[in-house]
Structure formats: structure tokens, C-alpha cells
């Protein structure tokens, strides 16, 4: 608010300008109520209206009303005539007169009446010093007047309850941003780095429903201002997706920044670069700026995909806007003809879908290294696809297992060996390494039900071709087990681990140091144990076995039922019965070994309100004695017709699974995780095979003269309890003898008569003597995982005895300097100046060989390897495992992070260790 001059040019007021003038000046009326402004008022702009002003001395901030009445006079006597009839017509009421005038000359106005007149002057209406008033500003930033457009459009957009103070200087920045809030409702209005103005903030704005429209109805002059400050706050992302808002196209600008990747693509043509060009229309879209504005739609896209991953309150908003957007951008493509310019999309469900079918190009019956490698590099691209994990994780999993099996196919064909040992080596196969095929076929069998006819069909001849192998395995086992059956007693198993063993050879041993749980999967296969084990693993679960580098697998009884193979189990001996017979086999087998002992099966297991488990259990698991729970989720549901969702089963998926399990850990108590018998699911359209003498889906008792036929094989002997000693078995997974269910046991397949055992430890100070620790490399197949990674994984090494330790150190010789050279990396970090400066901030840490130990192992599996290696690297330098893997790593964290550098680190949700290689020989200064 200044004085006006002759030589001021005429300013047009109107009411916003007027009340903030008015703010300005009656704080300081000193009961005055005339207010001469130099300027002219806006045709049609009210003559009268009511203003508030906050008077700032009262502490409770008290506002004051005035009744303004507004007039406009071009002469002094026109002033004089508008205030005097003002006075008469609102004699003694506070009522204030606003009167604007264009003379140019107001020196004769008379005395009195300038005497009346708010600072006693014809008052110019100066916006800028208004606009700092009103943001509670001392000073204001020059560029501010020198954009005469931005002070009128902050008088017009001040919030009813004003602006927010912003400090001592009004910045144009903060101008800026309370503009645009308030004006097309852009940011947040406060100019902060914490709530950056940047392009994802003005991509989403672009989708808000009022925001474009508003900017739309701004007049040319404040939309150019804010265009050009945008463009330096935001980059050339601005004018490009203002211009398209301008054009009322504010829903299709990131749709758009997606299909105009078609530009840059390795499928771009000159025909393209046209039909993104006609979407665009008109505008500053010049090649290299659609490139920048590509790469920030797509950049935001991939922070909103990763919020709707994270889960969360936002993760839904997050995920609707991408799945808008990109639906959106397929249309678009659709329209323009681009599809095939963004076949290789990262973006679009399109491009998803393209490569999964160049994929599946790849598979075929008979795979070589050639196409494995193919498929692989397929995969890849398949997994970097932005929308994989989010949108298509099942569709991901399918063809992982699909290129997993064209792996297979490829290893050389495991025919049985001759011989006694044929039986044992196949369970120990089927258990290793066939019913990870299995976990594979099953799955993919199930399918999702929303392929491309395309991708079915290759998948359709892989499973063929993995299923014909997996048949020819059978055949072979199914020779060798009726050789087998007609001698192997628990005397003279031949090599095998028979079912009624496994308390004895297993249970037992873990016994003497702290009373297991026995958790009894009726009718768990091999290829569910995989899945099983996969999940149960480290952190919280440490798996160990009797023999090093792999599982234990038995021999189920014959035939393959619950009635014979699990009573054989739970008593220790060949026997057949319900659930009488194996509680009280069961408690006599653990009496003979001075151990109390009790069983729980399905209707023993339900709580009372409030708890899951009955009292009794978690009783029992408290105790001293072994505990045994007999869980029959899976045989249940394949006797029921209900096959697990896409043909898996999970830890939650079994009921009392996961409850047991936490309870045992609480306790302390290590797990045997154990079937009775495999399975097969049924996985054919085919009718029930006539046959006589049928007792059950997969096996029969027929006549003694009876020839098997191509499907079947004749057992006999002292294993087979049913049919007086002699039955016939169906070997084949896909035939049966009774109408269809989910799955079947009973045959004689491979699938069927393997027993996994799984042994889990909370801890491994429980670890019998002679045992070895199972890392997830160890009983993992190569070809599950990369291709590349075969060479790299190498078996997890295993704790030596003590015996074998003494011997090796009796035979290493005292290293000397001339034999540094030939030192591993592990052995040369450890015996470094850095490691010994390390070592005096860790108490009580790992022994020098330990440590060096984990480096080599890791540095032989290419930096990476599970907890469960990591231990049993430790343990391999002559000691026992580390009581806790978790502590141990943090421990060697301590000692080889020089500085906070992250030589070695977690990854995988803490499952896995990585060690960077090149980063340690840099730390510690050594070249190997």
C-alpha cells in the first residue's frame, strides 16, 4: 500500500484486491472509514459486500466484520459527492467506503476530506506487497514482480482461511507451490523436501478427476507461468503432459508414456514412431522428450508397482492405479497398431503375455543344452517383466516349472542299478531327485486356467515327455522291487532303510538328546516333501540327517496302505491295524528304550474354545517323553476327491502343522517329519481298469496263476501283509481299479512306496553324534535351479568327526611362508592385520578356521550360500555347528564389514548369506 502518482497507470481492482487492500489498511484506520484507491473497478465486480479482519492483538484472535460498499469516480468532485452521501446513508455504523478513481489529478481534493481518508492519501494498490502481507512475509523474492501475472492469480486463489506463513522471505518457490495447490489442487502447497513437487507427483495429479479441468480454466497468461515453472522443477516431463491436459487428455498421459516406449524399443520402426505420433497429436513432443517422458511414466510405474507389492494400506490404491493405467495403454496399442512394436513391453500385459509365448517356443519333448539355454534366457525375461510378481506370479511359477523339467529331461537318464541295491537307490533317488519332477508335473498339470492355447500346448508335450520318463523310472522300479520283496526282511533290507526302521535308525538316536516329535503326514509324497522342506528351512529350522548330504528315505510296507505302512512305522515292526495297534506299538517300542512315550491322531487333536490344540498335546510336548501326531490332511483330501490348490501342499495348508511345529520348537524338541506311504494324483480321463480280486484303487489279490498285465507287477513275500503274503500292484500312476478320486496309494510306484523322513532341529547342540548337518544345496537337485548355478553350488560341507579331525591335523604340516601362496582366500583374510584389528571389537568370536572355512565355502558357491551352509562350513574346520546360525552370521558381519563396508550381508528375507567377494580382498588387501 503506497501513495499514487500521476504518472501510475491505471490498475483494474476487483473485490479480492479490494479486501486485500483492505486487510492491509484497516488494522491501521484509527476509526476511519473512507479508503481512496488509485485504480478502477471491475465492471460487475459487487458494489457492496462483507469482509472479515483477524484482529492479531486480542490473543483469541477475535475477527471483526465490515459492511464494505464499493464505488468508482473519475472526478475529486465525485469522491466528495460518494463520501458524503455515504455519511447519510450510513450515519454513525461502521460501514466502510472503498472508492476507486482514474483521476489524474486528485490535488484539489479538500482538506477534510483527505482528513477522513485511511492514510490520509490515495492509496495504490501495490499486489506485491499485499501478497507478502497476506503470507506473513517481511521481504519477497524480485522474481515475484517480475512476472505480473503471479501476484493477481495469488490474490485470487488465497484459501478462505489464508495463506500458510512461509518465513521471513516469500520465495517464488513457495509461491509457486501454494499456487498450484490451491489453484489446480498439485503438491501439497508446502515447499519442503520431504514432500518433493516431482514427476510422479505430477503423473498422478494428471489422473485426478478436477485437476486437469481446473488448469484448463486458468487464464493463458497463468497457465504459461506455471508450465515454465513446472518444466524447471519437474524437467520437460511438464510441458509435454501439460500440453496433453490442455487438450483435455490429462487421463491418457501416462498410458500414453507407456506406449510411446514403441519409439525406443528394439522392434522401433519409422511406421511406429508415426502411430505414437498421431496418438500424441499436436504438441512440443519431439522424439528425445517422448523418450524422457517414457522413462518417467515408467519409473513411477515401477514405485507403484513395488508399493503394491509391499502390502499395506496404499498397496491396493497402488495397485488399481497401475492396472488402470496399463489396461489403458493396451487399448491405446490396440488402436494405434503398436502391439507389435511393444511385444517386448516391460510394462504391458501384452508384453507379458508375448513372453511367456516366446518361451514356450523354446520347450520342447527333447530338450538339448541348446534350447535349455534358450529357455532359460526366455525365463529371464520373462521374471524382469514389471508386472511378473505382481500380476502373473502363478503363470511365472508354471513356466519356472516347465523349463525346470526341460533341465531334467536333460541330465542323463538314471537307470536302477543291477542288483540287491536297486530298491533302497531308487527311494533315495525318487526322494533326491524324481519327486522333484514329480513337485514340477503336478504342478504344472494344474495349470491356471487362463493360458494361451499356445503356452498349453508346449507345456502339454513337455509334461508328456517328463511323464514318459518318469513311467520308464517306474518300470524299471517296479522289476527290481518284486525281486526285492520276495527276500528283504528288517535283518536283511539289502541296502534299504525299511519303513518299520525309522523309529529305531532315526527316532531314536535323536531321543538321547532330546525327545523328538514325530509328525506323521499320512500319505505325504516325496514331491510334497520337497515343497515342505523348501519352506521349513533356515532361520528357524535346521535339517540334519544320519548319512551326509542327504535325506533320509525308507521302503514302505506292501501294500502301500495306512492300514499296513503306518502301523508298520509307529510300532517298529511289520504290522497291520488301526489306531489301537499303533498307540499301543507305538508307547511299547519307546518302553523298550526307557522312554515314555504317546500318540495323537486326528480326533485327539482339536482345543477347546480358545486354544487350537488340546491340553493333552501341548501337555505332552511340555514333558519328558516322545510325542507322536498322526496328521491325515492329505490322505483325507485326495480320498475325498479334493485335490490341494495347483497340486502342492504348504505348511498351512495342512491343518495342526504349523501349531505343532511352533509348539516343538518352543520346546526345544527336534521333529521327525514323516509319511506312512507316497501317493500318485490322478491325472487321467482314462475309466477303472477291470480286474479281478480287487481290494483297493492301485492293488488287488488275484489268482496264484494269475499273469500281471503290462500295468501290473506281482509281489510276494515276508513284506507283503495282505492277500496271505502275495498281491498284485498296479506300477503305472496313471491306472486304478475303482472310480476316480483325487489320488491313490497302494501301487507299487516309486512315487507310492518311498517314505521321506525329514529331520528338522531348533538347534544344533541337539545333533546326534555322527549326524551331519543338510543344507538346502545339498538336498536340492542341480537342474531345479539355474542352469548357470550348477557349477556354483557346490554340496554343503559337513561336519567331520572327531576322529577324522584329529587325523587331519595330525597330517597337515606347519605352514610356512614359502607356502602362503598356496593358502585358500578364507585362510589368508584370517591371518591378516585388518581381521586381527576386526577381531579385538567381537567378543567371543568364531575361531579363526571357522571363519575361513565359511569364506571358502561361499567363495565356491559364487558368494551365496543358505544358514544351513554356512553352519556346516563352520563346522567342517573341526567343530561343531554354531548354536545359532542367525548370531553366527552377525558375528562374521562384525568381523569382515571393515568399516560398514557390506562385505557380507543377508539377503532373502534372512534365508541366504552373501558375501562380496571383491569387495573383501579390497578391505582386507589381499589378491587371490
Do not use: C
Request: avoid cysteine; charged fraction near 20%; aromatic fraction near 4%.
Amino acid at each position: 500500500m503506497t501513495q499514487a502518482t500521476t504518472h501510475t497507470a491505471v490498475p483494474e481492482i476487483d473485490q479480492r484486491a479490494v479486501e486485500a487492500l483492505l486487510w492491509t489498511a484497516l488494522p491501521h484506520a484509527k476509526g476511519h472509514r473512507l479508503v481512496l484507491v488509485h485504480g478502477r473497478y471491475r465492471e460487475g465486480a459487487p458494489g457492496e459486500f462483507t469482509t472479515r479482519l483477524i484482529k492479531d492483538a486480542t490473543p483469541e484472535g477475535e475477527v471483526e466484520q465490515y459492511r464494505v460498499h464499493v464505488s468508482h469516480q473519475s472526478s475529486v468532485l465525485g469522491i466528495v459527492d460518494a463520501w458524503q452521501t455515504h455519511l447519510a446513508q450510513h450515519p454513525g455504523r461502521g460501514d466502510v467506503l472503498v472508492v476507486t478513481t482514474d483521476a489524474p489529478d486528485t490535488r484539489p481534493m479538500p482538506l477534510d476530506l483527505r482528513g477522513e481518508a485511511i492514510g490520509r492519501s490515495l492509496l495504490a494498490v501495490d499486489r506485491v506487497e499485499i501478497v507478502k502481507q497476506r503470507f506473513g512475509a517481511i521481504d519477497v523474492d524480485a522474481r515475484i514482480r517480475r512476472q505480473p501475472w503471479l501476484p493477481d492469480a495469488l490474490l485470487a486463489a488465497e484459501p478462505p482461511g489464508g495463506w500458510l506463513p512461509v518465513g521471513s522471505v516469500l520465495t517464488l518457490d513457495a509461491a509457486m507451490r501454494a499456487l498450484v495447490h490451491a489453484r489446480i489442487g498439485l503438491g501439497d502447497g508446502v515447499s519442503t523436501d520431504a514432500v518433493p513437487l516431482d514427476a510422479e507427483a505430477l503423473l498422478t495429479w494428471s489422473r485426478t478427476s478436477g485437476g486437469p479441468d481446473r488448469f484448463a480454466e486458468l487464464q493463458p497468461e497463468e497457465q504459461t507461468g506455471l508450465t515454465h515453472w513446472l518444466e524447471n522443477v519437474v524437467g520437460d516431463v511438464a510441458p509435454l503432459l501439460i500440453a496433453l491436459v490442455q487438450e483435455g487428455r490429462g487421463d491418457d498421459a501416462m498410458a500414453l508414456g507407456v506406449v510411446a516406449a514403441a519409439l525406443t524399443g528394439p522392434k522401433a520402426t519409422a511406421e511406429a514412431a508415426l502411430a505414437v505420433g498421431a496418438l500424441f497429436g499436436s504438441g512440443p513432443f519431439r522424439p528425445v522428450v517422448l523418450r524422457h517422458y517414457t522413462r518417467a511414466v515408467e519409473g513411477v510405474l515401477a514405485r507403484w508397482i513395488t508399493q503394491a507389492q509391499a502390502g499395506g494400506p496404499r498397496s491396493t490404491e497402488a495397485r488399481t492405479r497401475v492396472l488402470e493405467v496399463l489396461e489403458q495403454a493396451d487399448r491405446l496399442a490396440d488402436r494405434a497398431g503398436l502391439r507389435e512394436a511393444l511385444a517386448d513391453s516391460g510394462f504391458l500385459p501384452s508384453g507379458f503375455r508375448a513372453r511367456l509365448r516366446s518361451l514356450a517356443a523354446t520347450l520342447t519333448a527333447r530338450p538339448a543344452q541348446k534350447t535349455v539355454k534358450a529357455a532359460e534366457a526366455a525365463l529371464h525375461q520373462l521374471r524382469s517383466h514389471h508386472l511378473a510378481d505382481l500380476l502373473f506370479p502363478e503363470q511365472v511359477q508354471l513356466a519356472e516349472m516347465a523349463v525346470r523339467l526341460q533341465r531334467w529331461l536333460t541330465t542323463p537318464k538314471a537307470d536302477l542299478p543291477a542288483g540287491s541295491g536297486a530298491v533302497g537307490a531308487a527311494v533315495q533317488a525318487h526322494l533326491g531327485d524324481w519327486g522333484w519332477a514329480d513337485r514340477a508335473l503336478n504342478r504344472l498339470w494344474a495349470g491356471d486356467g487362463a493360458m494361451d492355447p499356445h503356452v498349453n500346448e508346449a507345456y502339454r508335450v513337455i509334461h508328456e515327455a517328463a511323464r514318459a520318463r518318469r513311467d520308464h523310472l517306474d518300470r524299471q522300479f517296479a522289476t527290481a522291487l518284486a525281486t526285492w520283496t520276495k527276500h528283504a526282511t528288517t535283518t536283511q533290507p539289502e541296502g534299504a532303510l525299511l519303513v518299520e526302521d525309522v523309529l529305531r535308525h532315526i527316532a531314536a538316536p535323536l531321543a538321547a538328546q532330546r525327545p523328538p516329535l514325530i509328525l506323521l503326514l499320512d500319505g505325504m509324497s516325496s514331491a510334497v516333501a520337497a515343497q515342505l522342506g523348501e519352506e521349513l528351512g533356515a532361520p528357524r529350522w535346521i535339517e540334519a540327517a544320519p548319512e551326509a548330504g542327504r535325506r533320509s528315505a525308507a521302503v514302505a510296507a506292501i501294500p502301500s496302505i495306512t492300514t499296513v505302512s503306518r502301523a508298520t512305522l509307529l510300532t517298529g515292526h511289520l504290522a497291520t491295524g488301526g489306531q489301537n495297534i499303533e498307540k499301543d506299538g507305538f508307547a511299547a517300542f519307546w518302553r523298550k528304550r526307557r522312554h515314555e512315550a504317546v500318540l495323537f491322531h486326528k480326533a485327539d487333536l482339536p482345543g477347546p474354545a480358545g486354544h487350537r490344540l488340546a491340553p493333552e498335546i501341548v501337555t505332552a510336548l511340555a514333558g519328558d517323553g516322545v510325542v507322536g501326531v498322526v496328521l491325515n490332511t492329505i490322505d483325507d483330501a485326495l480320498d475325498h476327491g479334493q485335490e490341494s490348490s495347483k497340486g502342492d501342499w504348504t505348511v498351512a495348508s495342512v491343518r495342526y502343522l504349523s501349531e505343532l511345529l511352533d509348539a516343538a520348537r518352543g520346546q526345544g524338541r527336534p521333529v521327525v517329519l514323516v509319511a506312512d506311504h507316497g501317493h500318485v494324483l490322478d491325472r487321467t480321463t482314462k475309466g477303472p481298469l477291470p480286474a479281478q480280486g480287487v481290494e483297493s484303487a492301485r492293488w488287488r489279490i488275484g489268482p496264484s496263476n494269475e499273469k500281471p498285465g503290462d500295468d501290473e507287477v506281482h509281489l510276494a513275500g515276508p513284506r507283503v501283509l495282505e492277500g496271505d503274503g502275495s498281491i498284485t500292484a498296479l506300477w503305472r500312476e496313471d491306472q486304478r481299479y475303482t472310480p476316480r478320486k483325487a489320488g491313490y496309494h497302494g501301487g507299487a510306484s516309486v512315487a507310492e512306496m518311498t517314505v521321506p523322513v525329514l529331520v528338522l532341529l531348533p538347534s544344533a547342540d541337539i545333533l546326534p553324534t555322527g549326524w551331519s548337518l543338510l543344507s538346502p544345496e545339498a538336498v536340492t537337485p542341480p537342474w531345479w535351479h539355474h542352469e548357470a548355478s550348477r557349477a556354483s553350488t557346490p554340496t554343503a560341507p559337513q561336519p567331520a568327526s572327531p576322529s577324522r579331525t584329529a587325523a587331519r591335523k595330525k597330517a597337515e604340516p606347519t605352514r610356512s611362508d614359502d607356502a602362503a601362496t598356496a593358502l585358500s582366500l578364507g585362510a589368508m583374510v584370517v591371518d591378516t592385520g585388518v581381521y586381527a584389528a576386526q577381531k579385538q571389537f567381537v567378543r567371543k568370536g568364531p575361531e579363526k578356521k571357522a571363519v575361513a572355512a565359511v569364506i571358502d565355502a561361499l567363495v565356491a558357491a559364487d558368494g551365496t550360500l543358505s544358514l544351513a551352509a554356512v553352519s556346516a562350513a563352520a563346522a567342517s574346520s573341526g567343530g561343531r555347528a554354531p548354536r545359532n546360525a542367525e548370531f553366527f552370521v552377525a558375528a562374521l558381519q562384525r568381523l569382515l564389514n571393515v568399516e560398514g563396508y557390506p562385505v557380507l550381508g543377508l539377503i532373502d528375507a534372512g534365508a541366504r548369506v552373501k558375501l562380496d567377494i571383491t569387495l573383501l580382498k579390497d578391505q582386507f588387501g589381499v589378491k587371490a
